[in-house]
């Protein structure tokens, strides 16, 4: 945030003077009044300056701005992607890299197909000549849907360099602006947890379920587990994101008093949680939960590393998870006629 100084206005005290005439005894004759001078006129004000002109190469830049937007509002990422040199380098918001032409046209792909009728704005505030050939562009970006819905806001700072007399994007990084909380936009990373989950095996039976809050800062999850027909022990887990370490990390707590806190960590379509806490019985406990998304309904969930009063135990087995349809609404009453 920009804090604006305050200006101290210095007053000037001008004295006034007294001229203090001396009488004398002399015949009295009258005075003549001298005519005042004449004013002279004010000094002409020189007309403000007019601001520079851009340079060729200032212009060159804004059309290569002005292009990329076009291409992102048209939904072309091929188009999209001549405006980036072919190592070109686009940091997102949570740090991630992607590295060079193909990979920035794929990314770029997959957001139009998931988002049809995405739209971009882009607010310029400055823009500063390096050396002849290398430039800095800092703005904002806003991104909204078809509906004008809007999806992501975010600075930027893009380094621009000359190519074959073609000025092109060769690094990109964004940053949620200082003053926005991301808890929301951090958790949507966890979508694929939402919903109702079930295992069904002949001898146990594990079902979650996990939904965001109230506020939707955090996720809810509760868990039961069920043995040879039995409850064996439930909990509940609250998922959010840490601002300080900027990680996704969750506070677990069990029927039977234990609980854990966990980081989580992603690699593709692997997240990894990384646990420690206290058993009902006081003793330390630690474990890494896996999860791998094999489709948008199946996940398998995997207990490894496990150590409880610092005795490890063997890795838990493979559990294959699947999502549970909602149930339909049953039908009303048919009506008569």
């Known amino acids: 945030m920009r804090h604006l100084g305050a200006f101290v206005a210095i007053c000037l005290v001008v004295p006034t003077m007294f001229l203090v005439f001396a009488a004398e005894q002399a015949t009295p004759t009258a005075k003549k009044e001298t005519p005042a001078a004449p004013k002279a006129p004010p000094a002409p004000v020189p007309p403000p300056s007019a601001a520079a002109a851009p340079s060729a190469d200032e212009l060159a830049i804004r059309q290569n701005t002005a292009a990329y937007v076009a291409a992102f509002d048209k939904g072309d990422a091929a188009e999209l992607v001549k405006c980036f040199t072919v190592d070109a380098e686009y940091i997102d918001e949570a740090g991630e890299v992607v590295q060079g032409r193909p990979a920035i046209q794929e990314s770029v792909a997959q957001d139009f197909a998931e988002h049809p009728g995405l739209q971009l704005a882009l607010e310029v505030e400055t823009l500063r000549m390096i050396s002849p050939g290398v430039a800095t562009e800092d703005g904002s970006a806003t991104v909204t849907d078809a509906e004008g819905t809007v999806l992501a806001y975010n600075h930027y700072n893009a380094v621009i360099v000359k190519v074959d007399g073609h000025w092109l994007l060769a690094s990109v990084r964004e940053h949620a602006p200082k003053d926005r909380r991301e808890h929301r936009t951090q958790l949507q990373q966890l979508d694929w947890l939402l919903g109702e989950w079930v295992d069904l095996s002949p001898i146990s039976e594990v079902h979650f379920s ?69 058993t009902a019985d006081g003793e330390q406990a630690s474990s890494t939960s896996i999860y791998t998304l094999e489709s ?20 838990g087995e493979i559990i294959t998870v699947v999502a549970r349809p909602p149930v339909p609404e049953s039908p009303g009453p048919a009506k008569t006629k």
Not at 302 to 315: K, N, T
């Open 210 to 278: 996990c939904s965001p809050s109230d506020d939707g800062n955090f996720l809810v999850r509760t868990f039961t587990v069920h043995m040879a027909g039995e409850p064996l022990f439930h909990g509940t887990q609250w998922i959010g994101w840490d601002p300080l370490t900027k990680h996704v990390r969750s506070w677990t707590f069990d029927s039977d008093g234990g609980f854990s806190s966990g980081v989580w960590h992603q690699s593709g379509d692997v997240w990894q949680m990384k646990s420690t806490g206290v």
């Open 296 to 315: 948008d309904h199946v996940m398998k969930w995997q207990v490894v590393d496990q150590e409880v009063a610092g005795a490890s135990l063997p890795d």
